[in-house]
Nanobody, 124 residues
């Protein structure tokens, strides 16, 4: 119904930057809140940032002004600009969205979808 494709992960030195992207495709009627989560080895998955359809943003306390989330509503795409990266930011980053979908010509929802994740590694 909805596929989420993340890109932009990689390895960067501490203090560097990365830009993650998440594209939502499929039988989408409307995308609501979009989120980035992350999960480090041995730790629970945690919310990094979220953005509502109206552009209201929320960030995890650990972000402390280093990351910026934005979305392109026309393209159902979300971005996470990560600056001043630290080794503790190393994790798999997941895209997550709430969406209504079209199934057999009917609109159904609101469902929650996850991407497969993209690895971010920050070396010291």
């Amino acid at each position: 119904q909805v596929q989420l494709v993340e890109s932009g992960g990689g390895t960067v030195q501490a203090g560097g930057s990365l830009r993650l992207s998440c594209a939502a495709t499929g039988s989408i009627f409307k995308v609501y809140t979009m989120r980035w989560y992350r999960q480090a080895p041995g730790k629970q998955r945690e919310l990094v940032a979220s953005i509502s359809p109206g552009g209201v943003r929320n960030y995890g306390d650990f972000v402390k002004g280093r990351f910026i989330i934005r979305r392109d509503g026309d393209e159902n795409t979300m971005f996470l600009q990560m600056n001043s990266l630290k080794p503790e930011d190393t994790a798999v980053y997941y895209c997550n969205v709430d969406a209504d979908v079209v199934i057999n010509y009917d609109v159904e929802g609101e469902y929650n979808y996850w991407g497969q994740g993209t690895q971010v590694t920050v070396s010291s």
